[in-house]
C-alpha cells in the first residue's frame, strides 16, 4: 500500500474546481466541484444531528434512491441550515444550475454545504459562478476543490492510497474540511472520496460505514455539526473483476478505504481550531468494544481533560473522574494509565510526585499518547482529540463577526 497527499487528482476519471464566488467575506475559493465523466456508484454517511441542512437531507435521499452519481457541488462559508424552505429551495436550485452547465441529468449531483448556520445562502453568486466553476474543470482543480471547502481549517487536507485488489491496483483518493464541530455522531465533517475501482454502491456503503466507524466516528474536538457527511464515488476505471462482500478483493479494497479515511481523520484533529496537541486515546482491557469506546470518548470529551492536556498538568485525577463519569462499570483500584509509555497510575493509585514530575515533561511534547488499562477484559478502542487552549475560545467566541 502506497500513502500520497495528493488527493482526488490521483484518481483517474476525476476532475475538480474550486473558486471564490463571494459567499466568503475574504476573498478564498467557497465553491468547489467535483465530477466524473461516466456515471459512479456512490454512498455516504451523514451526520445524526436532528437539525440537519437541506444539502443532507437531498443527498441522503438520492443515495437512498438511486445510489449513482457524477457530481457534487460543495460550498463553504454558508451552511444554508435553519434557513426553512427558502434554503432547500436554494439548494435544488445550485444542483439545477450545476446540471445545466455540465448537460447531465439533475438527479446526478450531490451537493453539501459548510459554514456559518442560520443565514441565507446567496444562491444569486452560486448560480452566478457556476458556469465558470464547470468551466475550470481538470485534474489539478481537485487542489481547488480541497481548498474551497475550508472554514476555519489551517490546510487542505488531502489523501491517496494505492493497493492491489485481486491482481488490480487501486486507488482511493480525496479530500476533507474539518478543525471544529467535530464529534462521532456519523460522519463529524466534510469529506469526498473517489475511487476508481468497480464496486455497487452497497459494497461501497458497506466498506464506508465500517470505516467511518474507526475513522470519522473515532475522533472529537467539540460537538456535531448539522452538515457533516462523508461521500465515496467508483467510476470503474481501474476495470477489476466485481467482488462480493465476503471476497478477499472487497477485504481489501475496504482496507484502501479505511486508510483513506483513518489519515483524513487524523489530519482532522491536528487541524482542530485552537489545538496545540494531538492526543492517541488508547483504553484497553474493557468487557467490550463498546465499553472501552465509551471510557475514551469520555476522556477526550472532558473540558477538564483537554484543558490540563493543554497546561501540561499531569492532573491524572481528571481523568480517573472522566473514567468514572463514561456509564462504564469499572473498578477503580484496578485501572492503570500511562501517558507516552510511562506509567504514572497503578491499581487506581498514583505513582508519587517523582513520577508526576516526570510526565510533565513528557505532556510537552506535541504528539500524547494516553494508554488506560480497566484490567476487566480483553477488549479495547481507540479515540483521536486535542486540547482545549485559549485560542480555542478566541476562534468560536468570534466566529461570526
Given at each position: ?6 488527493g ?9 474546481a ?5 459567499i466568503?467575506?475574504?476573498k ?6 467535483i465530477?466524473?465523466?461516466n456515471e459512479?456508484s456512490a ?6 444531528n436532528?437539525?440537519?441542512a ?8 438520492k ?8 457530481a457534487?457541488?460543495i460550498?463553504?462559508?454558508n451552511a444554508n ?7 432547500e ?9 450545476t446540471a445545466?452547465?455540465?448537460?447531465i441529468?439533475e438527479?446526478?449531483?450531490?451537493i453539501a454545504?459548510?459554514g456559518?448556520i442560520s443565514?441565507?445562502l446567496?444562491?444569486h453568486k452560486?448560480i452566478r459562478a457556476i458556469?465558470?466553476?464547470t468551466?475550470?474543470l ?5 487542489h ?5 471547502i475550508?472554514?476555519t ?9 494505492r493497493?492491489n485488489v485481486?491482481g488490480k ?6 479530500f476533507a474540511k474539518?478543525?471544529?464541530m467535530?464529534?462521532p455522531?456519523?460522519a463529524?465533517?466534510l ?7 468497480r464496486a455497487?454502491s452497497?459494497?461501497l456503503k458497506?466498506?464506508?460505514?465500517k470505516s ?8 472529537t474536538?467539540d460537538t456535531t455539526?448539522?452538515n457533516?457527511?462523508?461521500?465515496i ?7 477489476n473483476r ?6 478477499k ?16 481523520a487524523?489530519?482532522i484533529?491536528?487541524?482542530g ?5 494531538f492526543?492517541?486515546i488508547?483504553?484497553?482491557g474493557?468487557k467490550s468494544?463498546?465499553e ?21 498538568d499531569?492532573?491524572?485525577?481528571r481523568i480517573?473522574?472522566?473514567i ?10 484496578k485501572?492503570?494509565l500511562?501517558?507516552n509509555g510511562?506509567?504514572?497510575?497503578k491499581n ?14 513528557t505532556l510537552?511534547?506535541?504528539?500524547l499518547?494516553l ?9 479495547e478502542a ?5 486540547d482545549?487552549?485559549?485560542?480555542y ?9
Amino acid at each position: 500500500m502506497k500513502i500520497s497527499h495528493e488527493g482526488l487528482s490521483k484518481v483517474a476519471g476525476f476532475l475538480g474546481a474550486g473558486l471564490y464566488c463571494g459567499i466568503k467575506q475574504v476573498k478564498k475559493p467557497d465553491l468547489a466541484l467535483i465530477y466524473s465523466a461516466n456515471e459512479c456508484s456512490a454512498a455516504g454517511v451523514f451526520t445524526q444531528n436532528r437539525v440537519a441542512a437541506s444539502s443532507v437531507i437531498i443527498t441522503r435521499n438520492k443515495l437512498l434512491k438511486r445510489g449513482k452519481a457524477r457530481a457534487v457541488i460543495i460550498n463553504s462559508g454558508n451552511a444554508n441550515v435553519c434557513t426553512g424552505k427558502s434554503g432547500e429551495r436554494s439548494s435544488l436550485a445550485a444542483i439545477r444550475a450545476t446540471a445545466k452547465a455540465l448537460q447531465i441529468q439533475e438527479s446526478d449531483i450531490l451537493i453539501a454545504s459548510t459554514g456559518k448556520i442560520s443565514e441565507p445562502l446567496p444562491i444569486h453568486k452560486i448560480i452566478r459562478a457556476i458556469p465558470d466553476l464547470t468551466g475550470q474543470l481538470s485534474i489539478p482543480g481537485c487542489h481547488l476543490a480541497a481548498e474551497g471547502i475550508m472554514t476555519t481549517d489551517t490546510f487542505p487536507k488531502k489523501i491517496t492510497v494505492r493497493g492491489n485488489v485481486g491482481g488490480k491496483m487501486i486507488t482511493v483518493g480525496g479530500f476533507a474540511k474539518g478543525s471544529g464541530m467535530i464529534h462521532p455522531n456519523m460522519a463529524t465533517m466534510l469529506a469526498f472520496l473517489g475511487t476508481d475501482a468497480r464496486a455497487s454502491s452497497s459494497l461501497l456503503k458497506k466498506a464506508l460505514k465500517k470505516s467511518a466507524a474507526l475513522s470519522f466516528n473515532s475522533i472529537t474536538v467539540d460537538t456535531t455539526s448539522t452538515n457533516d457527511m462523508v461521500l465515496i464515488l467508483a467510476n470503474g476505471h481501474a476495470q477489476n473483476r466485481s467482488f462480493s462482500a465476503e471476497s478477499k478483493e472487497f477485504k481489501q479494497f475496504s482496507e484502501l478505504v479505511l486508510t483513506a479515511c483513518r489519515e483524513l481523520a487524523k489530519m482532522i484533529v491536528k487541524d482542530g481550531e485552537g489545538a496545540t496537541k494531538f492526543i492517541t486515546i488508547d483504553v484497553k482491557g474493557a468487557k467490550s468494544g463498546s465499553e472501552a469506546k465509551k471510557v475514551a470518548y469520555s476522556i477526550a470529551r472532558s473540558p477538564l481533560v483537554k484543558t490540563a492536556f493543554f497546561g501540561e498538568d499531569a492532573n491524572w485525577g481528571r481523568i480517573m473522574a472522566a473514567i468514572g463519569c463514561s456509564g462504564v462499570p469499572i473498578v477503580e483500584n484496578k485501572i492503570s494509565l500511562s501517558m507516552n509509555g510511562f506509567p504514572f497510575v497503578k491499581n487506581g493509585i498514583g505513582l508519587g510526585n517523582a513520577t508526576e514530575k516526570k510526565v510533565v515533561k513528557t505532556l510537552k511534547q506535541k504528539e500524547l499518547f494516553l494508554t488506560v488499562d480497566l484490567h476487566q477484559g480483553s477488549e479495547e478502542a481507540r479515540v483521536w482529540t486535542t486540547d482545549l487552549s485559549y485560542d480555542y475560545i478566541k476562534i468560536n467566541a468570534s466566529y461570526r463577526t
